[in-house]
């Protein structure tokens, strides 16, 4: 089944704890994505993927890190997570940037004390 | 940037009513426009796109239309049914960067 799967579903940690939210996806899909949803601002892109070893920021890059080791996987680093940084965080992937249906993962909700 | 504007940001409706959800973009360059569907615990998913060659497409009870010269384009869901019920969301992209609307959470009633 194609899909895309985060890691781990729930979340609760606290300030400046590191953390790392995985992501991974089946469909050999070049391009990979990750976003946050706040209520009443939509989905907001972090960081986003091209390809392996390319990586460039979103919107609301700060905070965050990302790498894109393999083609598959995509994790989300919060070196020194914030209590700004309490959110649903989705984690997307598709053919090619641009034009293409984006697949999306079911989300993984994060809060940070 | 591209900036996408949604409304209403909630909309509830009549079981079999219609419901119309309006987004404007600012990047004249845009061409592909989708629309997402979030159901409750779940991930966005692709109900239905438009390129900017078409005016208007189809799909059972949902169509979307595209005013390019406005920059503005419409979902629009007919005889609308219980499972209708989530957040929507209108996007647009110039095949660079995909930006999306603060989401419509679309509730029917019985």
């Known amino acids: 089944e194609a899909q895309v799967t985060q890691n781990p579903r729930y979340l609760i940690t606290v300030t400046g704890k590191k953390l790392t939210v995985t992501c991974s996806q089946n469909m050999n899909h070049e391009y990979m994505s990750w976003y946050r949803q706040d209520p009443g601002l939509g989905l907001r892109q972090i960081y986003y993927s091209m390809n392996v070893e390319v990586t460039d920021k979103g919107d609301v890059p700060e905070g965050y890190k990302v790498s894109r080791k393999e083609k598959r996987n995509f994790p989300l680093i919060l070196e020194s997570p914030s209590p700004n940084q309490t959110s649903l965080y989705f984690c997307?992937?598709?053919?090619?940037?641009?034009?293409?249906?984006?697949?999306f993962g079911p989300g993984t909700r994060l809060t940070v004390t | 940037g591209e900036n996408v504007e949604q409304h209403p940001s909630t909309l509830s409706v009549q079981e079999g009513d219609s419901a119309v959800i309006k987004c404007t973009y600012s990047d004249s360059a845009s061409n592909y426009f989708p629309w997402y569907k979030q159901e409750l615990g779940k991930g966005p998913q692709l109900i239905i796109d438009i390129r900017s060659n078409v005016g208007e497409k189809k799909d059972q009870r949902i169509a979307v239309t595209l005013n390019k010269t406005a920059k503005h384009f419409s979902l629009h869901i007919t005889e609308t049914q219980p499972e209708d019920s989530a957040v929507y969301f209108c996007a647009a992209t110039n095949d660079y960067k995909l930006s999306f609307g603060a989401g419509t959470t679309v509730t029917v009633r019985a």
């Open positions: 997307a992937s598709s053919l090619s940037q641009g034009s293409y249906e984006q697949y």
